[in-house]
């Protein structure tokens, strides 16, 4: 296992410790998982990125095109867009 000196603003620190305490955790513990829970994201992103870059977006639509015209399935229906949410 390995250290780090790891600085944080303070309120970040506060917030963590805060955390750490709802969730009956260790500071270290919750700090090491969320690590871990970033570089997983971080590693899909990028393998996305990846297989996007692979994509061929006129294939795609060639595809879309061959599809037949019909109506939507019961309950498939776009729904008419009706304005800004306020």
Request: charged fraction near 30%.
């Amino acid at each position: 296992m390995s250290t780090y000196p790891l600085r944080l603003a303070d309120h970040v620190m506060e917030e963590a410790k805060q955390v750490a305490a709802e969730d009956n955790v260790s500071l270290n513990q919750l700090l090491s998982a969320f690590i871990a829970d970033g570089i997983g994201h971080r590693r899909a992103i990028m393998k996305l990125k990846k297989r996007a870059d692979r994509g061929n977006a006129g294939a795609a639509l060639a595809i879309l095109d061959r599809t037949p015209n019909v109506k939507p399935d019961a309950g498939d229906e776009l729904i008419a867009d009706s304005g800004p949410k306020t």
